[in-house]
Structures are given as structure tokens and as C-alpha cells.
């Protein structure tokens, strides 16, 4: 069972350590950034795979828009 945290509970993870479309059959997934030169955190909402699973859909609210994050799998 997943336990729902705030972002403040979670250190993070490395992205290529788990597998997003696993998670995503679940419900939406958050993914959490930050930017180098100003330390400004970023988050995107995943919320599906692409048709063919070789990307990620996400809203992003910096630019209120949908994006596609490439994806390659779990290594």
C-alpha cells in the first residue's frame, strides 16, 4: 500500500529507480524538481502515458499547459 505524504515528508528519489507506469495505473504521480540556478522547486503532475508508453503526460502549472516527458522504461 502507498502512504500518501506531503512534500515536506518526502527526500525524494532518484527518477530512474522506479517504474512510473507502474505507479500511474494507481493514479497521478507528482514529480518534484529543483531548478540549479535559483533554487526554485518545480513540480509536475503525471498523469498518463503516452499511446505506445514511451512517454510520461504531465500538467505543468508553471506553463498551465500538458507536456510530454520522455520516458525509456525501468532499467
Do not use: C
Amino acid at each position: 500500500m502507498i502512504k500518501a505524504r506531503t512534500a515536506a515528508e518526502v527526500q525524494g528519489f532518484a527518477y530512474d529507480t522506479f517504474d512510473t507506469a507502474a505507479l500511474l495505473a494507481r493514479g497521478p504521480v507528482m514529480f518534484g524538481g529543483v531548478k540549479p540556478d535559483d533554487a526554485l522547486r518545480l513540480w509536475l503532475s503525471a498523469i498518463s502515458m503516452t499511446i505506445g508508453g514511451r512517454g510520461i503526460v504531465a500538467n505543468d502549472p508553471g506553463t498551465g499547459q500538458q507536456v510530454i516527458l520522455g520516458y525509456g522504461g525501468r532499467r
